[in-house]
């Protein structure tokens, strides 16, 4: 009985975590925005929480992952090393973001797209959390006999 009152709690905590790992992907991508031939990352939400749930997807085109190393390996050794924990949750969906403006130094990340990404996932973990925290509400107010 109790399994059936947090599934919906596991399904949104899983989804945090991968809001998490997808803020602290844009972060990284920000942070080497001057990194000449810095590739942008980013994650794919709908494959990542398909890992997390088990359940299976059919794979992206943007799905790549560089060679010679894991998906959050740097392509250059000048980088800011990125610490991937969407492994934790049963894969590593990072993705190549697009270019959308050709750089002379190689460096595809795009600040107005990271930064408008940055606040639009913020406000999705925000909604997450509120949702968790509703939830946590109600299930101790049935509790208590409220």
Do not use: C, W
């Not at 969407?86 to 697009?98: C, R, V």
């Amino acid at each position: 009985m109790f399994a059936n009152l947090t599934s919906g709690l596991d399904f949104q905590a899983k989804a945090l975590v991968v809001r998490a790992e997808r803020q602290r992907v844009i972060a990284s991508n920000m942070a080497n925005a001057d990194t000449p031939g810095y590739v942008g990352r980013d994650v794919n939400f709908k494959e990542a929480m398909s890992a997390a749930l088990g359940t299976s997807s059919a794979s992206s085109p943007l799905s790549l992952t560089p060679s010679g190393g894991g998906a959050a390996a740097a392509s250059d050794a000048r980088h800011i090393p990125l610490q991937s924990t969407l492994g934790a949750l049963g894969g590593d969906n990072l993705a190549y973001t697009i270019q959308s403006q050709p750089a002379m130094d190689g460096n595809s990340v795009d600040m107005d797209h990271e930064r408008a990404s940055f606040v639009d996932n913020a406000v999705h973990y925000e909604a997450t959390l509120r949702f968790i925290n509703g939830t946590s509400k109600t299930i101790l107010s049935a509790i208590q006999g409220q």
